[in-house]
């Protein structure tokens, strides 16, 4: 991936800027929004603090990489005052549309033609990260892939439209599969401590260059596995390399997180893919391992309904290979902060409409891609939902703002048509 700093191009919303560039294709599209606020800088006799700049890195999901699956959310933010960066961290081929355009539905693709593109650009190389790969590794990441499209081509002889789709959901991404996630954890902090370098040059914010911002994180899905390591990432030179430490999170709230990198997306891809050695699979970011830099206080927002990362994942003791051995303890338990709490939405088939407490609780909008197939993965989405306005969202604001302690968020956070339970995680006996 491109680790230089990428141009921003600035564009006038109402009542916030956005600054974006890069491209989803280069795996370095990065999207910045900015509250009209932060071009206050203190005034005369005015204390720092009297306009306080506060940051929130937001990480996307597995292959939900455009701002566009979490805009009304983000906009939400905006609105109370942060400085919200959307970095993609995943190569893809999604559209790098303008902030005033809408993405249209994706159009329905032929699923061979997908792959015979990706091929070729694998094969035959012209510019981007795939020239820079070896054509050892450029041939087993064609194997891996070609392996995995013909299990999900006769999957689609049974369900056709849902694999179809699916196709065209991990072609958006396949590049990035020979990346180490420890790779797009480095994107993400060199890619927003560099937009920040940029954004400060302008004379609205000069003030940035000495502010220390009061930083937060907020991740889904897979990227909320990336928020809770940032500390981790913020501690390894190799990963910070000469990004500055300024918006490492004070607090990171995160909805349905993977607990591995290889939770973070459909569970039968894994072992396709780790047949044959790549990245993404033989270097996995796990919490077991960054957990022990995890000590801000955290807060795991998750549904008891989600089949892609079930709640036991975090919080039900870990089974050791062999069955003599004895369990290792909870994911939850090895992040080391001793401000922490996760919390289970729950469903109600009596509401109007029924609420299910699935996997992409945390995203807004999923109609670039066919119902079935997110129907399949957790929920579809045209727009904000009860959970978003009665879970996620409070729930951010309340622990952001101050309002609430990771321990404490949930006494606001009732609702009648849905509970929301404090989750005791098990240790291993």
Not at 113 to 142: C, D, H, N, T
Not at 190 to 209: F, L, M, P, T, V
Request: glycine residues 6%; contains cysteine.
């Amino acid at each position: 991936m491109d680790s230089q700093s990428v141009a921003l191009n600035c564009f006038s919303m109402d009542g916030y800027c956005i600054f974006q560039g890069g491209s989803h294709a280069e795996g370095n599209f990065i999207r910045v929004y900015v509250p009209n606020s932060a071009a206050l800088g203190a005034g005369p006799g005015e204390p720092d603090s009297a306009h306080p700049l506060k940051t929130l890195i937001y990480l996307h999901g597995f292959a939900l990489s455009m701002p566009g699956f979490y805009n009304d959310h983000i906009e939400e933010l905006v609105k109370h005052g942060y400085i919200v960066f959307f970095p993609d961290f995943q190569v893809s081929d999604y559209p790098d549309i303008k902030p005033n355009e809408d993405p249209s539905p994706r159009e329905k693709r032929n699923g061979l033609l997908i792959w015979y593109q990706l091929m070729r650009r694998l094969l035959f190389p012209k510019a981007g990260l795939e020239l820079i790969l070896s054509w050892f590794v450029r041939l087993r990441l064609a194997a891996g892939l070609t392996l995995l499209l013909l299990f999900l081509q006769i999957l689609s002889l049974w369900r056709g439209t849902i694999f179809q789709n699916l196709i065209s959901l991990i072609s958006t991404v396949a590049l990035s599969l020979v990346s180490a996630p420890t790779e797009w954890l480095s994107q993400v902090i060199n890619g927003c401590d560099q937009a920040w370098d940029q954004i400060s040059k302008e004379s609205r914010y000069a003030h940035w260059a000495n502010t220390q911002p009061q930083a937060y994180a907020f991740g889904h899905s897979l990227g909320g596995l990336l928020a809770l390591s940032l500390p981790w990432g913020y501690g390894d030179t190799n990963i910070r390399a000469a990004a500055s430490t300024r918006l490492q999170p004070q607090q990171i709230v995160v909805a349905d997180p993977a607990a591995s990198t290889l939770m973070g997306m459909p569970p039968f891809v894994v072992p396709i893919l780790r047949l044959f050695r790549l990245p993404f699979t033989s270097q996995p970011i796990k919490i077991a391992d960054s957990g022990v830099a995890l000590k801000v206080p955290v807060t795991i927002l998750h549904g008891e309904a989600d089949t892609m990362v079930p709640l036991g994942q975090w919080i039900d003791p870990i089974k050791q290979f062999w069955p003599w051995q004895a369990p290792k303890p909870c994911n939850f338990l090895s992040i080391a902060s001793t401000e922490k709490a996760i919390y289970a939405s729950c469903s109600n088939p009596n509401a109007q409409p029924p609420l299910v407490s699935f996997h992409n609780q945390a995203v807004t909008n999923t109609t670039y891609y066919d119902d079935e197939l997110f129907d399949y993965f957790g929920g579809v989405k045209t727009g904000p939902n009860a959970y978003n306005f009665n879970y996620i969202w409070p729930a951010v604001l309340r622990l952001l703002n101050g309002d609430a302690q990771p321990g404490t968020v949930i006494e606001d956070l009732r609702h009648p048509d849905f509970a929301i339970n404090v989750v005791t995680p098990n240790p291993a006996e």
